[in-house]
């Protein structure tokens, strides 16, 4: 296999398919400034610490959302319900107003949640570091929630899942 300065190549197209074969769930990431709102959709969140509580996740350096969520120095992770695919593809494009016509509400810090979301996770900000392309986003956790009936929507392969349970829920 070829070598670069920074390692073996690796065709960008086949990384993505076998990484894609890894599902993830699916998560808007949102804050809010003097009524500026914000959010975007990351696969990339992950639990990282129990005591304390801190979370992650993986910004692209070319997010346009990812500069102003990080001058709120908060986020809120609502992790999204397997019947907001249209949702997911709003929060995953670039049009201007992400929340124009949504109804949502906030989290006890005052940040944006979204209706309908399975569960939310509201941080602040501990650390930001560059990672190749991406950045890895580090929060504390500050407050979080969930709700009990909600199935999350799940991503797996290029496409949008749901969940298919093979054991009694605990
Ligand atoms: C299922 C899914 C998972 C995604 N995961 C990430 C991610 O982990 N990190 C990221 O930066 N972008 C991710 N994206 C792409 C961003 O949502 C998208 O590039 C972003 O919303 C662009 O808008 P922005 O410029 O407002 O940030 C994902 C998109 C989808 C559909």
């Given at each position: 296999m070829a070598e670069t300065a920074t390692g073996p190549a690796i065709d960008p197209r086949h990384f993505r398919d076998v990484l894609g074969c890894y599902p993830t769930g699916v998560c808007v990431v949102t804050s809010e400034l003097e009524g500026a709102r914000h959010g975007f959709v990351v696969g990339s969140f992950s639990s990282i610490s129990l005591v304390p509580p801190i979370v992650g996740f993986f910004p692209d350096?070319?997010?346009?959302s990812w500069p102003r969520i990080a001058g709120t120095g908060r986020f809120c992770v609502n992790v999204l319900g397997d019947g907001q695919r249209e949702l997911c593809q709003r929060f995953a494009s670039r049009i201007e107003d992400k929340f124009d016509g949504l109804v949502h509400s906030y989290t006890p810090g005052g940040l944006p949640l979204i209706d309908g979301a399975v569960a939310w996770i509201e941080c602040r900000i501990a650390s930001v570091s560059e990672i190749g392309d991406h950045l890895l986003v580090v929060g504390m956790v500050e407050a979080l929630d969930r709700h009990d009936d909600g199935l999350p929507l799940l991503f797996f392969r290029g496409g949008y899942h749901s969940l298919r349970c093979l054991d009694e829920p605990s």
């Open positions: 350096k070319a997010s346009t």
